[in-house]
Nanobody, 123 residues
Framework: HVQLVESGGGSVQTGDTLKLSCEVS????????MGWFRQASGNEREGVAV???????FYGNSAEGRFTISKDRSQKILYLDMNALKPEDTAMFYC??????????????????WGQGTQVTVS
């Protein structure tokens, strides 16, 4: 059973940077697609970026070239570096995982495992 725990959210100013982390446990050695999604108040959950064991990376429109997804060598920590943050980036950010390889669709309904979320507020 895969467990995900996010950290690193907070309140920042426009233009600031922030790095989110997600600790992954319980994953088997088989391929795992891991990613970041965000959900602003009143909006649907949208895909930000995903990465799999083959290091294939797909970004959603919300990343806008300002966000970078990565993971450590152990494949147990997932990161999201966010630059030039804007007020419209304010959202709850979730870490997600799904057995298999990633694809470009970044659909929340495709992911089985979710963290509890970490709030990012930009003012």
């Amino acid at each position: 059973h895969v467990q995900l725990v996010e950290s690193g959210g907070g309140s920042v100013q426009t233009g600031d940077t922030l790095k989110l982390s997600c600790e992954v446990s319980g994953a088997s050695r088989s391929s795992l697609c891991m990613g970041w999604f965000r959900q602003a108040s009143g909006n649907e959950r949208e895909g930000v970026a995903v990465i799999d064991n083959e290091e294939r990376i797909f970004y959603g429109n919300s990343a806008e070239g300002r966000f970078t997804i990565s993971k450590d060598r152990s494949q147990k920590i997932l990161y999201l570096d966010m630059n030039a943050l804007k007020p419209e980036d304010t959202a709850m950010f979730y870490c997600a995982a799904e057995p298999g390889f990633c694809n470009s669709r970044l659909r929340a309904e495709d992911f089985e495992y979710w963290g509890q979320g970490t709030q990012v507020t930009v003012s």
